[in-house]
T-cell receptor
Framework: AQSVSQHNHHVILSEAASLELGCNYSYGGTVNLFWYVQYPGQHLQLLLK??????LVKGIKGFEAEFIKSKFSFNLRKPSVQWSDTAEYFC???????????FGTGTKLQVIP | DGGITQSPKYLFRKEGQNVTLSCEQN?????MYWYRQDPGQGLRLIYYSQIVNDFQKGDIAEGYSVSREKKESFPLTVTSAQKNPTAFYLCASSPKKAGAFTGELFFGEGSRLTVL
């Protein structure tokens, strides 16, 4: 069965620090990859997605993620975080040709002003 | 506005009672999903449906049931057989792109169920 691992459960950063959140998945074939964000009191929304093509994808609010097929990874990055980035971040995977979307356990990011 | 509407937002239930959570979408998406969110466990898939009158079990379907009689609607019933039903429930829908499901999910605001 496919699985998604997010290694960092809780990250605390100061404003302007750089961010990298890890995501690894277990499926060996073609995949679509996603990062979702859940701000406090708000519903889950898409941050960025990878379907094919350039493995470096850019999303909203200055976030980007890099798909490294050989490492089965899709890490999320942001050069300089802001207090408003405080949220929970979820990585998700769907294998090509399937309909089941699997999520990681999430990473809570706390940014200190 | 187009989107996913879940109701009720908060629900309290006594042990032994069934409860149904509503999910309606007006995005004309074919696929719909139910997830359960618990602290530290991320989102776990309960059921999903790609088409009307068809649905598949997810990873934690025991104690839950669904129906998909209309494209717009995918209600979830939490039965008395669900051993630990207190949780935050999220409904989502997903469109097709070039005839294939992309997995991109559009979420509702969620329903928080508390069993007393």
């Amino acid at each position: 069965a496919q699985s998604v691992s997010q290694h960092n459960h809780h990250v605390i950063l100061s404003e302007a620090a750089s961010l990298e959140l890890g995501c690894n998945y277990s499926y060996g074939g073609t995949v679509n990859l996603f990062w979702y964000v859940q701000y406090p009191g708000q519903h889950l929304q898409l941050l960025l997605k990878y379907f094919s093509g350039d493995p470096l994808v850019k999303g909203i609010k200055g976030f980007e993620a890099e798909f490294i097929k050989s490492k089965f990874s899709f890490n999320l990055r942001k050069p300089s975080v802001q207090w408003s980035d405080t949220a929970e971040y979820f990585c998700a995977v769907i294998p090509g040709g399937y309909q089941k979307v699997t999520f990681g356990t999430g990473t809570k990011l706390q940014v200190i002003p | 506005d187009g989107g996913i509407t879940q109701s009720p937002k908060y629900l309290f239930r006594k042990e032994g009672q069934n409860v149904t959570l509503s999910c309606e979408q007006n995005l004309n998406h074919d696929a719909m999903y139910w997830y359960r969110q618990d602290p530290g466990q991320g989102l776990r898939l309960i059921y999903y449906s790609q088409i009307v009158n068809d649905f598949q079990k997810g990873d934690i379907a025991e104690g839950y049931s669904v129906s998909r009689e209309k494209k717009e609607s995918f209600p979830l019933t939490v039965t008395s057989a669900q051993k630990n039903p207190t949780a935050f429930y999220l409904c989502a829908s997903s469109p097709k792109k070039a005839g294939a499901f992309t997995g991109e999910l559009f979420f509702g605001e969620g329903s928080r169920l508390t069993v007393l």
